[in-house]
């Protein structure tokens, strides 16, 4: 894909990438969330006149966002006419535009259900040790059987009050990191890239999606190389999927390989994934306690009814005179009073609540967010911690060792760095690249000395970018490389295979992760052509975070094996790991850099 000339890196946007989670995030994230007129019988695209709520277009009206969108095959649009569909153009929106049509189309996001306060917390008395006990209750009022009536009473709504305030204290937090981690795009605004709120997005907008990134609305593929999208939770494919331009990808999908820019034509729930969130929308799960609960309760329900028929049978059947009954005298209903409080454990549900909420306390100090009560019992229940290690042990915050860099064929550690700027895209705001980018000494005049003809991002297959460019002096174009070591020491024939393979299994042993830098003067040429020579190693370093060690040490008080996922090089974890006394096993994942 083609880069317009880039300036001094002063003009860059040095954004702070934002969470993107799945979260859809689960339940926290949701969903991520032209327009000409025309007329015809089977497409009337209308501008609506008013806001909706949460996305939706007005209500009775077509939009492309809303019947229209269900009947446009977008795919099969040719670009050009899918742009006039959205009145939108390549170079994206002004910012004025996009204001308009977020207060006519509202954001991108689903709608937000606002629960009744009062039925939540009728909903913790509505199961089946709860019924026993109401019904214990109305037989104990009859009996004027005040004192068991008002304790079984105070039970029940203790019980529900406890479980009503940990659900609101979820909610708010739960609301609280849905603001922190609300999912960012890179959208084109009045010419220029900027980051945005994915729930700012609207029909027309132009955006760019690369490696890594979810897809923030229904968009059409615009020109550029092809990506690979991982569609398996919209669909249920198992492998990635090639889209090409002019293609459709789905709100919620995730990309695995390229980058490439294209134009939002449905948002919010009008998405292909916000159609099938709002049909689950309704879908509720219990955890392993409430169906325990559940289990226990319709067992003491059948005992006591059992018993409760058993009693009638001897009051009524064979016992004479028969039993009478009058208002608080009523010696039958005594007994299946009897029967119902001590058939059920009346205290449980009280005291299982209480131990749960101190446990959602413990943890809410430790900043943790417990969205489930019965989620405690679930977490105690744990034997395996796998930990992922960049960012989690350790600060990921990268820095280079400048005192270690290994040169190659002749050049210096000044060209490692050099050459490893020019490879890096400082607009995807990729921690390795701004890293590299920042530690290059010359990064203010970088781009004003060369000019970017075409970049082709990290993927998991090629483990490496290559950025072709343009000396803006001589006019020669050649191309740089950075990536996975092994990766870019294949690229060149003529170095010391051996010599590499050794230094970095050295930086590897001394905790450093390392970066190959190439470089090729033949620009011109196909990539697959193009004479690689190494210009040599990068090593970069993460430190642990402080905590780690006492966090594992805790852990395995508590009998829980720790676990470190990584896709580093095997012996690159193991020095931190023995700074941090944490387990030497890991996993290695190999299709990541």
Not at 148 to 168: H, K, Q, R, S
Not at 243 to 252: F, I, P, T, V
Request: contains cysteine; glycine residues 6%; hydrophobic residues 40%.
């Amino acid at each position: 894909m083609s880069a317009p000339q880039r300036k001094s890196s002063g003009n860059v946007e040095a954004a702070k990438p934002a969470a993107s989670t799945a979260i859809n995030m689960g339940a926290i994230a949701g969903s991520n969330e032209s327009i000409t007129q025309k007329t015809s019988n089977d497409d009337l695209l209308q501008v609506p006149t008013q806001r909706p709520s949460a996305g939706a277009p007005a209500t009775g009206e077509q939009s492309t966002t809303g019947v229209a969108a269900d009947r446009i095959k977008w795919a099969e649009i040719p670009i050009d006419d899918a742009l006039a569909r959205l009145t939108a153009v390549r170079t994206g929106l002004s910012q004025k535009e996009a204001d308009e049509r977020l207060i006519k189309y509202g954001p991108n996001k689903l709608e937000e259900t606002v629960r009744n306060p009062f039925k939540i917390f009728m909903g913790f008395m509505w199961n089946p040790l709860s019924w026993c006990m109401e019904i214990a209750a109305i037989m104990a009022l009859l009996l004027y059987d005040f004192p068991d009536f008002g304790l079984i009473l105070f039970l029940l709504l203790l019980n529900a009050t406890i479980g009503y305030v940990e659900d609101a204290q979820a909610g708010n937090a739960v609301a609280a990191l849905m603001g922190q981690l609300a999912p960012q795009s890179k959208a084109k605004r009045d010419g220029e890239w900027v980051n945005i709120p994915a729930s700012d997005l609207v029909p027309g907008d132009v955006v760019r999606i690369r490696l890594g990134d979810v897809v923030p609305a229904d968009v059409k593929l615009l020109e550029g190389d092809e990506v690979k999208i991982d569609q398996a939770s919209l669909t249920g494919e198992s492998l990635p999927v090639t889209k090409r331009q002019g293609d459709e990808a789905y709100s919620g999908s995730i990309v695995k390989q390229g980058e490439i820019e294209a134009v939002v034509h449905s948002t919010g729930i009008h998405t292909f994934f916000g159609q099938a969130a709002n049909l689950i929308d309704q879908t509720e799960s219990s955890g392993h306690l409430q169906q325990v609960l559940t289990t226990v309760g319709n067992f003491c329900i059948i005992s006591i009814t059992l018993w409760v028929v058993i009693e009638l049978a001897e009051q009524f059947g064979h016992r004479d005179p028969k039993p009478t009954c009058v208002w608080g005298d009523c010696g039958t209903l005594n007994n299946i009073l009897v029967l119902i409080v001590g058939g059920i454990p009346v205290a449980m549900p009280t005291v299982l609540s209480v131990t749960m909420a101190i446990g959602a306390q413990q943890l809410a100090r430790k900043d943790a967010i417990v969205t489930r009560l019965t989620a405690v019992e679930e977490l105690a229940g744990m034997e395996i911690l796998c930990s992922d290690k960049t960012g989690t042990l350790t600060l990921n915050k990268l820095s280079v060792d400048k005192t270690n860099l290994v040169p190659y064929n002749g050049h210096t550690a000044k060209d490692i760095m050099y050459d490893g700027a020019l490879a890096a895209r400082l607009e995807n705001n990729e921690p390795i690249d701004v890293c590299i980018h920042e530690s290059c000494d010359e990064r203010d005049e970088l781009w004003e000395k060369h000019t970017l003809l075409h970049y082709t991002p990290f993927d998991p297959v090629t483990k490496k970018t290559v950025a072709k460019i343009k000396d803006n002096a001589t006019g020669k174009v050649f191309r740089t490389a950075k990536g996975a070591p092994q990766v870019i020491l294949a690229l060149d024939p003529n170095v010391d295979k051996a010599a590499v393979d050794d230094k970095i299994l050295e930086f590897a042993n001394r905790g450093y992760r390392a970066l190959g830098v190439a470089r090729s003067e033949d620009g011109e040429c196909a990539l697959a052509d193009c004479k690689w020579e190494m210009v040599g190693l990068i090593p970069l370093f993460d430190p642990p975070r402080h905590d780690t060690a006492e966090t594992i040490r805790r852990a395995n008080a508590l009998a829980i094996d720790a676990k470190m996922i990584t896709v580093d090089q095997p012996a690159t974890p193991k020095r931190p790991a023995h700074h941090r006394r944490h387990p030497t096993t890991h996993h290695h994942n190999p299709s990541y850099h």
